[in-house]
């Protein structure tokens, strides 16, 4: 199928960019995946720090008031907060707010891009238009319309960026500052702290078994249609199941390299778990609602069925704090933890049996001695090295937070809530707007036409499989299990 995917697509430069600049771990300082979890975790921590000095991070949060009015949007006034008629600042109160979010945002992602090799000039003014579309985007998301229909800023930045990206190709003009890959591991590590590890260790175990059972039905489903019914390359087949299964780009990606891949096919992979989990993120979100699930279990059935975390964390957004928590524990938990392991395994059937067989075929056809060969092993190491970092940082988020929620005692509760996690949520909502418009902008639907429909047919008939199955586990076997998924402190 190669001859059909165009060079010097969007799909290719997405391989360069979620590739860590420093592979295997040997430079950790030129690692996104590092880089995420220090940026992150140490957001936690200064949080912590604040709270325990008796002030927050709600100076950097930023929150856009939920309005009706552009008066009340500018200069704010009373509204009923919770059940409690309160005085709201707007924008003309809130602004120093947004610069101070835009300054602790702009230093920590200028830090890790001079570390990525990336020139920083062209990335801080590409971020702050990306900055400045965030701000639009969290007004509009605020507003009494936009809460109505259940926009939510990550989704508004989908949509508005899929738009505009596929008019006018505007990647070169953010010099760099569209790092999806970035923004959504910050996000996942920031939601760490916002989901006790009291409840991951609770919940762990069965969303490892759901994600597992369903890992594995959709890899088989992928693989064996790719090779018996279309004849697709092995290699290529692995990775398509690979991304339709585990973690979408990251596990498309590391397994590709793991079972040595071309590149095109790799990227030809990128592009299909795009517009898929695109398209999965609208298909779930109105099914969910559609068939009035409860809110864990729509976030475990994202969870099971999304192949992006970016995609999946915007769909689960549409259904609160337990949606998003049922979703993190199947798909974070449950899945891209595994990343490493499946590249080690198919690493190893690569060289043992894929690679055997071609080197057989080519030693044969020189009329060379198939036993003078030498053999191949399989590096025991890809597993740390393939290992997602972000997921550390993930658990070591909810770890912390976890005892100083038990240090503080349930007397602290509200005000950890408060002065803590909202602010640290806050956050985390922007880095996933940030995530999302880069989706959107570096997203291009044409670039599908070029791949051939037998790899697209083959990844839609597992995604189809995948979200009947997660369907089944999340709203039918396992419904009580998923809604009653506690959140909070």
């Not at 704090?321 to 993190?328: N, R, V």
Request: with cysteine.
């Amino acid at each position: 199928m190669s001859e059909h995917i165009e060079g010097g697509t969007a799909a290719q430069e997405a391989v360069k960019e979620a590739v860590p600049a420093a592979p295997e771990g040997r430079k950790i300082l030129g690692s996104e995946d590092w880089w995420a979890v220090w940026i992150g975790f140490g957001i936690v921590v200064l949080g912590i720090i604040l709270w325990l000095a008796g002030t927050s991070l709600n100076f950097f949060a930023a929150k856009i008031p939920s309005w009706s009015s552009w008066s009340f949007l500018w200069s704010g006034g009373e509204a009923k907060v919770n059940g409690t008629t309160a005085q709201v600042a707007g924008i003309a109160q809130r602004w120093p707010h947004i610069v101070a979010l835009f300054v602790i945002f702009a230093a920590l992602f200028s830090l890790a891009a001079y570390f990525l090799k990336l020139k920083l000039k062209p990335f801080l003014g590409g971020f702050l238009v990306l900055f400045l579309i965030s701000v639009v985007v969290n007004i509009f998301a605020a507003s009494k319309w936009a809460t109505s229909y259940n926009f939510e800023a990550p989704i508004v930045a989908l949509i508005l960026g899929l738009v505009v990206g596929n008019i006018v190709n505007v990647e070169g003009f953010f010099g760099g500052a569209l790092r999806t890959e970035l923004f959504v591991k910050v996000g996942i590590v920031l939601l760490g702290a916002t989901l006790p590890f009291t409840v991951i260790a609770k919940a762990g175990p069965v969303a490892l078994l759901q994600a597992t059972f369903i890992a594995v039905s959709t890899f088989l489903v992928i693989y064996f249609i790719s090779t018996k019914a279309f004849g697709i390359d092995k290699r290529f087949a692995a990775t398509l199941a690979a991304g339709g299964s585990i973690c979408g780009v990251s596990a498309g990606i590391a397994v590709g390299s793991a079972v040595k891949a071309r590149k095109e096919h790799v990227s030809a992979v990128i592009s299909i778990v795009v517009v898929w989990a695109i398209i999965s993120i609208f298909l779930l979100t109105g099914l969910g609602k559609g068939l009035h699930l409860a809110n864990g279990v729509a976030g475990a059935w994202i969870g099971t069925s999304e192949f992006a975390d970016a995609a999946g964390v915007t769909a689960a957004s549409s259904f609160g704090e337990q949606g998003i928590a049922a979703f993190t524990l199947i798909k974070v938990v449950g899945r891209d933890i595994f990343i490493g392991v499946w590249s080690l395994i198919l690493a190893i059937i690569a060289i043992t049996y894929w690679d055997r067989d071609d080197r057989e075929a080519e030693a044969k056809a020189k009329g060379v001695d198939i036993d003078s060969l030498p053999k191949q092993k399989a590096d025991v190491a890809q597993i740390w090295h393939r290992f997602p970092k972000f997921v550390l940082g993930f658990f070591a988020a909810s770890i912390l937070l976890t005892i100083v929620i038990s240090l503080a005692g349930a007397a602290s509760t509200a005000d950890i809530n408060a002065n803590l996690i909202a602010p640290i949520k806050e956050l985390r909502t922007w880095a996933f707007t940030f995530t999302f418009l880069s989706i959107g902008l570096t997203t291009r639907f044409k670039d599908l036409s070029s791949l051939g429909w037998k790899p697209i047919a083959a990844f839609s008939t597992g995604a189809v499989v995948n979200i009947v199955l997660g369907f089944l586990l999340s709203a039918v076997l396992l419904s009580n299990f998923w809604s009653s998924i506690p959140v909070g402190a």
